[in-house]
Nanobody, 119 residues
Framework: QVQLVESGGGLVQAGGSLRLSCAASGRTDRINSVSWYRQVPGRDPGKPRELVASLTTGGAITYADSVKGRFTISRDSDQNTVFLQMNNLKPEDTGAYYC?????????WGPGTQVTVSS
């Protein structure tokens, strides 16, 4: 199995920065990619979580158009941790941020961390 735990969320003013961490444990050698998603509670509950950024073990990176140039995804392989550096945050970045790992036996999600950006 793979377990994920996010951290680093909080309250920040618009224009500020936060760095989220996603710490993986278990069969990390079977992980193919790690992605960050976000969801705004209460807004269209039927809407799926939005992909923010993803990073494959081969180094391929994808960003949502809304965060390009502001967010950076990276990893520390020694610590089995993937980071999401978020700069120039905007109120519309507010939401619960989730880490997802695609691994050999399926998909695993972390419990999430809340990011709130005040205007």
């Amino acid at each position: 199995q793979v377990q994920l735990v996010e951290s680093g969320g909080g309250l920040v003013q618009a224009g500020g920065s936060l760095r989220l961490s996603c710490a993986a444990s278990g069969r990390t050698d079977r992980i193919n990619s790690v992605s960050w998603y976000r969801q705004v509670p209460g807004r269209d509950p039927g809407k799926p979580r939005e992909l923010v950024a993803s990073l494959t073990t081969g180094g391929a990176i994808t960003y949502a158009d809304s965060v390009k140039g502001r967010f950076t995804i990276s990893r520390d392989s020694d610590q089995n941790t993937v980071f999401l550096q978020m700069n120039n945050l905007k109120p519309e970045d507010t939401g619960a941020y989730y880490c997802k790992a695609d691994w050999l036996r399926g998909v695993m999600w972390g419990p999430g961390t809340q990011v709130t950006v005040s205007s």
